[in-house]
């Protein structure tokens, strides 16, 4: 970690709440396993895909950092560390929310008030939670949401 803190690529917002276990060597341990089932379906986990026109605030990395950082929490998800790169100052920002349930990245280009946003998450995290955050500092006009279902299990 302190080698990513020198690239200055560790959010100010990293979670507290990540927790570590030693497998234990036993015949009747069976794995953790972090794919999600829904509806009789079993898939690795959620990945959205949001473009938002009419948007605002989309040149300023640390708003963005910090409304990312807590869109993923508004989600359930366990933040590890952030990284965003302003292009000049006035134009977008290009980063990314590492969780350990996967992903939140931003595109942003000002001058067209438009941000591409993806956000793929698994396990027990909801990332529909994190676009009602995000919305707050962006106020996009408006919002397009693809959903796909990333690593489906047939049977």
């Known amino acids: ?22 497998p234990v060597s036993s015949a009747d341990e069976e794995r953790k396993d972090y794919f999600v089932e829904k509806n009789g379906e079993k898939f690795a986990g959620t990945h959205l895909l949001v473009d938002m026109w009419g948007a605002t ?46 992903h939140i990245s931003i595109h942003t280009w000002p001058e067209r008030d438009f941000a591409a946003v993806d956000i793929f998450m698994c396990g027990a995290c909801d990332p529909h939670l994190s676009i009602p955050v995000m919305q707050r500092l962006f106020q996009a006009k408006r919002l397009e949401v693809d959903e796909e279902r990333r690593g489906r299990v047939i049977a």
């Open 1 to 22: 970690m302190n080698a990513l803190a020198q690239l200055g690529m560790v959010s100010e917002h990293p979670s507290n709440n990540q927790a570590f276990s030693v």
């Open 57 to 102: 605030n989309l040149d300023d990395p640390e708003k963005i950092d910090a409304t990312l950082c807590e869109a993923a929490r508004a989600a359930g998800a366990t933040i590890l560390h952030s990284h965003f790169h302003h292009f000049s100052p006035n134009g977008g920002v290009s980063g990314v929310v590492v969780l350990a349930e996967s």
